[in-house]
C-alpha cells in the first residue's frame, strides 16, 4: 500500500544529542515536510522541500535539519542547538500536480528528552 | 504571529445537531484552504478544501465556507456523530508556494 512511514514512533534522548527522525513515502510525491506539534500551538512548520536537494525553512528551522538525496525520503534531524525538543513530530507529503492541494501526513514521531 | 487562528479551543455539540468550526486568517496571500481531522497520537487525515476563488464546497456531511472580505472560513458538519470528535485543524497555502501554515486547532465532541 501506498503511504508515508514515519520511523521510530517512539524516540527517547537524552538532553545534547542529535536524533534523526525517518519519513519515507511510495507515493511519488515530490514536496514534503516536516511539522511538529505542541499542545495548544497547532502545527508548525519546520522544513519542507519541493524536489530532490533542495529545502526552505519554515517558522520554526532553529536547531532542525533536514536533507533530500531522494525523493522518497525527507530525515529530519533533531540537533542539541534544539532548545526544547520534546514533541510530536510529522512528516507530509504532496503531489506536485495541478489542482492538488492537500498534504498527506504520516503516522507522526514522539520524541521525548531525558 | 499566528497567521492562521482558531479561536475556539473546544467545541460541543449534540449528535445530530450541526458542528461550526471557525478560522480566521490575517494574510491576503493565502490561495487555498484546507480542513484537517487528527486523532491523538496520530498524522492528520485531510477532510475538505476549498481554493480562494470559492466561497463553497461539499462533500457529504462536510461543507467549507470562505468569506475572503472577512478572512474567515467556517466547516459545518450536519449531521455531527460521535466518531466526528476529534481535534480539527485548518491550514491555508501561501498562493504560488508549497508552504502551509496551520492552525492552533479546535477539538471537538460529539455528545451521544
Known amino acids: 500500500d501506498g503511504g508515508i512511514t514515519q520511523s521510530p514512533k517512539y524516540l527517547f534522548r537524552k538532553e545534547g544529542q542529535n536524533v534523526t527522525l525517518s519519513c519515507e513515502q511510495n507515493?511519488?510525491?515530490?514536496?514534503m515536510y516536516w511539522y511538529r506539534q505542541d499542545p495548544g500551538q497547532g502545527l508548525r512548520l519546520i522544513y519542507y522541500s519541493q524536489i530532490v536537494n533542495d529545502f526552505q525553512k519554515g517558522d520554526i528551522a532553529e536547531g532542525y535539519s533536514v536533507s533530500r538525496e531522494k525523493k522518497e525520503s525527507f530525515p529530519l534531524t533533531v540537533t542539541s542547538a534544539q532548545k526544547n525538543p520534546t514533541a510530536f513530530y510529522l512528516c507530509?507529503?504532496?503531489?506536485?500536480?495541478?489542482?492538488?492541494?492537500?498534504?498527506?501526513f504520516g503516522e507522526g514521531s514522539r520524541l521525548t528528552v531525558l | 504571529d499566528q497567521q492562521v487562528k482558531q479561536n475556539s479551543p473546544s467545541l460541543s455539540v449534540q449528535e445530530g445537531r450541526i458542528s461550526i468550526l471557525n478560522c480566521d486568517y490575517t494574510?491576503?496571500?493565502?490561495?487555498?484552504f484546507l480542513w484537517y481531522k487528527k486523532y491523538p497520537a496520530e498524522g492528520p487525515t485531510f477532510l475538505i478544501s476549498i481554493s480562494s476563488i470559492k466561497d463553497k464546497n461539499e462533500d457529504g456531511r462536510f461543507t467549507v465556507f470562505l468569506n475572503k472580505s472577512a478572512k474567515h472560513l467556517s466547516l459545518h458538519i450536519v449531521p455531527s456523530q460521535p466518531g466526528d470528535s476529534a481535534v480539527y485543524f485548518c491550514?491555508?497555502?501561501?498562493?504560488?508556494?508549497?508552504?502551509?501554515?496551520f492552525g492552533t486547532g479546535t477539538r471537538l465532541k460529539v455528545l451521544a
Open positions: 491550514a491555508a497555502r501561501y498562493s504560488g508556494t508549497y508552504k502551509y501554515i
Open positions: 494574510n491576503s496571500m493565502f490561495d487555498y
Open positions: 507530509a507529503s504532496k503531489y506536485q500536480g495541478p489542482n492538488t492541494g492537500e498534504l498527506f
Open positions: 507515493l511519488n510525491h515530490d514536496a
